[in-house]
């Protein structure tokens, strides 16, 4: 594909009208009558975000999210309010970061402006329009950095004193138990799902006659390799240790009453006609603190550092005085 489309939606995703133009489909929104149009988004503490900068927000989330920018109906009211919300919250982040005198990347951002200049410098219409573009993609891309820079502040407290790591890890012994764990042989003679229920039945007979030859002595990995369909035929059957769940709701039903050295009936499956034997089985444990530290540590402050973002987001919603546009979404 050529640079020329990327192009001119670059241009007007940057330069959108300063006031809703066209619907969101087909240019984002309905024109409204002049006496109720309104020039921005939202006034937070007396500055506004103004109402092109939104509609840009609304083309490049349409192009990412929307299969050929076309929005489901039912959906155009919860994605106009999603865009204007994320606006905000961007407004009161980067306001935050330069309170704050976070500096953004400028190597980064150069390098990216730079990228955008190279990309596009065999358009025709590029030497027109970049002195206008390139400030406001610059600008972009710096705010981008400032909330980044911010995000990664906030995000970075300190380890958790040894009464805290403590706390963490007995209100979250989930997180450092090893699960349950078995060994599993199986022979599965596999039937498509699509099979009629003579198909079934004879899969079913089949595997009701192997049960009865193992019962009698027959060698498991034997039988195994000659009439299992699974790849761990040529092991025998032998599928390893495996986590509850792994094999299925019926399979599991079934392991979970089994005794260790016990063989199953034939089980009826996604994939076929099975049969078990259970060879082993690790009962959950809940690994000491000095043994997951490290981990329970990481845990620890990405819990917080999740949390010290968000309480951040909501005190800087909470402080600011916002007056909000929402005629698209009322």
Same mark, same amino acid.
């Given at each position: ?97 330069? %309170? ?33 573009? /390139? ?14 820079? +911010? ?15 403590? $706390? ?6 989930? /997180? ?46 034997? /039988? ?46 996604? $994939? ?26 990481? /845990? ?15 005190? +800087? ?5 916002? $007056? ?5 979404? %009322?």
């Amino acid at each position: 594909m050529s640079a020329r489309l990327p192009f001119l939606l670059l241009v007007g995703v940057l330069l959108a009208p300063s006031a809703f133009a066209a619907d969101a489909d087909s240019g984002a929104v309905q024109e409204q009558d002049e006496e109720k149009r309104l020039s921005y988004l939202a006034i937070i503490d007396g500055e506004e975000i103004p109402i092109g900068e939104y509609v840009s927000a609304l083309r490049r989330g349409m192009q990412k999210r929307f299969y050929h920018g076309t929005i489901p109906e039912e959906e155009k009211k919860k994605f106009y309010k999603e865009v204007a919300d994320e606006l905000i919250q961007r407004f009161l982040l980067v306001r935050e970061a330069r %309170r704050r005198n976070i500096q953004p990347d400028t190597d980064a951002v150069e390098a990216a402006v730079k990228g955008y200049d190279e990309k596009f410098q065999e358009d025709p219409e590029w030497a027109a329009a970049r002195e206008q573009v /390139l400030p406001q993609i610059r600008n972009k891309l710096e705010a981008d950095s400032l909330v980044l820079r +911010l995000e990664e502040q906030v995000k970075a407290v300190k380890k958790p004193s040894e009464k805290e790591l403590k $706390e963490f890890y007995e209100s979250n012994k989930e /997180l450092f138990t090893t699960p349950e764990r078995v060994k599993v042989s199986l022979i599965l003679l596999r039937v498509d799902p699509s099979s009629t229920s003579e198909v079934w039945q004879q899969a079913s007979e089949e595997a009701s006659a192997i049960v009865e030859r193992l019962s009698k002595g027959a060698d498991f990995a034997e /039988l195994a390799r000659i009439h299992s369909s699974d790849e761990s035929a040529q092991n025998g059957g032998d599928m390893g240790y495996v986590h509850s769940g792994m094999l299925g709701v019926n399979a599991q039903k079934v392991l979970d009453i089994m005794e260790v050295g016990e063989t199953s009936a034939p089980v009826i499956m996604l $994939e076929g006609v099975a049969i078990f034997r259970l060879e082993d089985r690790i009962t959950p444990k809940l690994n000491p603190l000095d043994v997951v530290r490290e981990r329970a540590e990481k /845990l620890y402050m990405r819990e917080m550092g999740e949390k010290a973002w968000e309480d951040l987001i909501a005190e +800087l919603h909470s402080k600011a005085k916002i $007056e909000v546009n929402d005629a698209l979404w %009322r």
